[in-house]
């Protein structure tokens, strides 16, 4: 089945460690998102790959990067976590102009934890 | 600019009974509207989503929502909750050609037996 996965499921770092999260698709779909998630809030878009060009929210952090190598994969970067980058880091796929409405498919996400 | 509001951040219902979640959102061109479920620890599903024709939108696992633009609500509902309805859902808007969705705040389900 196509999807979206995302390794690992679960990722425990120390503060100031660097991380990275992985993202890959099966679905061919040319827009790929990164979204932080923390306990009872709506996800938060972090920045967002459509194709190779790079749109990174306003808000978003430098403590943040991303990388798309190819149209499979997309990574997180994380430089240096600290406590308040604990969260679930979700990842979603999607293709626009077919069908209409820019439905988004998402991965199951990645836990995070920062000791 | 595009904005939605969940009213109710927690609802309860039994087992059994109507499950009604409300969305309302504001946009300045016709609108793309979707519901999605989260189950605890996993990814975002989506249930439904409105882009043009029939107001009336069926989805999956007995949900269904209805767009009425004169009130600016797209309001989800399922006529019977089940135990395995609880998440949290989530009410999201976007609009014709390329752009990114905007999230209400989400409402969590519980559902009693």
């Known amino acids: 089945d196509a999807m979206v996965i995302q390794n690992p499921r679960y990722q425990v770092t120390q503060f100031g460690k660097p991380v990275t999260l992985s993202c890959s698709q099966t679905?061919?779909?040319?827009?790929m998102y990164w979204y932080q998630q923390k306990s009872s809030q709506a996800p938060k878009l972090l920045f967002h790959y459509y194709d190779k060009d790079f749109n990174n929210e306003a808000d978003t952090p430098d403590n943040f990067q991303s990388r798309r190598p190819n149209t499979s994969f997309c990574f997180l970067d994380i430089r240096s976590p600290g406590l308040g980058d604990a969260a679930m880091y979700l990842c979603?796929?999607?293709?626009?102009?077919?069908?209409?409405?820019?439905?988004?498919?998402f991965g199951p996400g990645t836990r995070l934890t920062v000791l | 600019a595009q904005s939605v509001t969940q009213l109710g951040s927690h609802v309860s219902v039994s087992e059994g009974a109507l499950v009604l979640l409300r969305c309302n959102y504001s946009s300045s061109v016709p609108p793309y509207l979707f519901w999605y479920v989260q189950y605890p620890n996993q990814g975002l599903q989506l249930l439904l989503k409105y882009t043009t024709g029939a107001t009336l939108v069926k989805g999956i696992n007995g949900f269904e929502a209805e767009f009425k633009k004169s009130e600016t609500s797209f309001h989800l509902t399922k006529p019977s909750a089940h135990m395995s309805d609880a998440a949290e859902y989530f009410c999201a808007v976007n609009y014709s050609g390329y752009s990114t969705l905007t999230f209400g705040k989400g409402t969590m389900l519980l559902v009693s037996p």
């Open positions: 679905l061919n779909h040319n827009v």
């Open positions: 979603a796929t999607s293709r626009v102009g077919t069908p209409p409405g820019n439905e988004q498919f």
